[in-house]
């Protein structure tokens, strides 16, 4: 064989797949044909938080004022912050590249495909590897009603050349979630359109009810149960006709409407790699596919679609395969940032899964962050525990609030490791902070079906 390994995609999981491996003595061969780094460094989580930072500045020099500062706010220069922003993506881009020639892998800027069991077609050529992982990652989905073609995706918030002043945010994922507050907070009137009754399915209830109440505060129009059927062009932009018989004048439209695995011309057939009816490449828990030498990894699996899980479970399958450390990566308990202004950190079960597995306490606090006691500002924090009654391990932590990511990390590692309430109850806390509500929460919610019983 030519190769060990030859990783298709030089995203976060191909990368540290790649790397891990010829660190282990493999000949490794990485092919990407877009951007290193993949979605996560270039058009995902990385200039999107550096944008979030961003529509925070205005919101923080206004708050600023009752604290004493005279600051006045005279707009915001998006192609500055896109100038800076850009650059601190190539940089980052070029490093995963570097890391690999680093490590001693063979680097190819050139689409490949499989064109049989062990043989890879990249750049004119083809050669054979012993073992094969995709890692192509995901795309976004376009949506397909009338003017369609009008609207743009996630990806091209990022080479937008000027600021809209009207947006209108089509979905109720964490994208379009973030993307509704990133473009408010820079000064863009939006509208988000969900066609269900609330965003953010899937997570908790109280959180999801909680970031509602909050962006309506800031002055974002939400819609529920309402979706977009047709947009048109007019004179002054965009007029986008919704489920509910009204028009919104817009100058871009963002479907930010799901994703999907990247699989076309990886010459999947060639090699006998099955995939899902959901266009996903199947595989078992040790990442193999249908071909137990080929492996899948990250978003192309759609499994657990998170930059951190893509990574591990590169690492994870590099030390298998080459390391003399056979292991897999767990999908329970892994912490999740949404980076919505205010942000959400979660780890574990939602009441509403716990509660399906059995009887839970509830521990919730809402209040008024200290720092907006002087802004004047009218933002809660909310903080959650779910705990099974019988056992009292703290099944599910959420928070909604400022620096909630960074709080949820420490709090994942005690759900990792079984924690249960008294855990957390006989920890101090740190004063003065919201993080110490974790740990001080002491009175439980009341139970709606015992009330009902009595």
Request: aromatic share 6%; net charge neutral; with cysteine.
């Amino acid at each position: 064989m030519d190769f060990d390994l030859f990783v298709i995609g030089g995203g976060s999981a191909g990368v540290r797949c790649g790397r891990i491996s010829a660190g282990h003595g493999a000949r490794v061969a990485v092919a990407e044909s877009r951007f290193w780094g993949g979605t996560c460094v270039n058009v995902g989580c990385v200039p999107k938080k550096l944008m979030v930072q961003a529509a925070e500045y205005g919101a923080l020099a206004e708050d600023a004022r009752g604290f004493g500062w005279d600051i006045a706010v005279r707009g915001h220069d998006w192609a500055a912050l896109a100038d800076r922003r850009n650059a601190e993506v190539a940089r980052l881009a070029g490093l995963y590249r570097k890391l690999l020639e680093g490590a001693g892998a063979t680097v190819f800027e050139a689409h490949a495909r499989l064109v049989g069991p062990h043989t890879v077609e990249v750049d004119g050529k083809r050669v054979t590897a012993q073992h094969i992982v995709i890692a192509t990652g995901g795309a976004p989905v376009r949506p397909t009603f009338p003017g369609a073609e009008h609207c743009l995706v996630s990806d091209d918030l990022f080479t937008l050349k000027r600021r809209p002043d009207r947006a209108v945010l089509l979905g109720g994922g964490y994208i379009a979630c973030e993307f509704a507050g990133i473009l408010h907070g820079l000064g863009v009137k939006v509208h988000q359109l969900y066609r269900g009754p609330l965003f953010l399915r899937g997570f908790d209830t109280d959180i999801r009810e909680g970031l509602a109440e909050e962006m309506r505060a800031a002055g974002i129009d939400l819609r529920f149960d309402c979706d977009a059927v047709r947009v048109e062009t007019v004179r002054r932009g965009l007029i986008v006709h919704t489920t509910d018989g009204r028009m919104l004048e817009a100058d871009a439209v963002f479907a930010a409407v799901g994703r999907k695995p990247n699989i076309a011309g990886l010459g999947l057939e060639a090699a006998g790699v099955a995939v899902t009816a959901g266009g996903a490449i199947a595989v078992d828990e040790a990442m193999r596919t249908s071909v137990p030498h080929i492996h899948a990894l990250g978003d192309v699996t759609d499994r657990l679609n998170l930059t951190p899980v893509a990574t591990a479970q590169g690492h994870a399958l590099a030390d298998t395969l080459f390391g003399g450390k056979p292991r897999t990566v767990s999908l329970e308990n892994v912490p999740t940032g949404i980076f919505t202004i205010p942000p959400i950190g979660t780890v574990g079960l939602s009441e509403e899964a716990a509660a399906k597995r059995g009887p839970v306490d509830v521990y919730l606090a809402r209040f008024r962050p200290l720092r907006h006691t002087i802004s004047g500002r009218d933002r809660k924090t909310l903080m959650k525990l779910v705990v099974d009654r019988e056992t009292q391990r703290v099944l599910g932590a959420h928070m909604l609030g400022e620096d909630a990511p960074e709080i949820i990390q420490g709090i994942a590692i005690a759900l990792v490791m079984g924690a249960t309430k008294q855990d957390f109850d006989r920890t101090i806390g740190v004063h003065p902070s919201a993080a110490e509500e974790f740990v001080t929460m002491r009175q439980k919610r009341p139970d709606p079906l015992a009330e009902a019983a009595e």
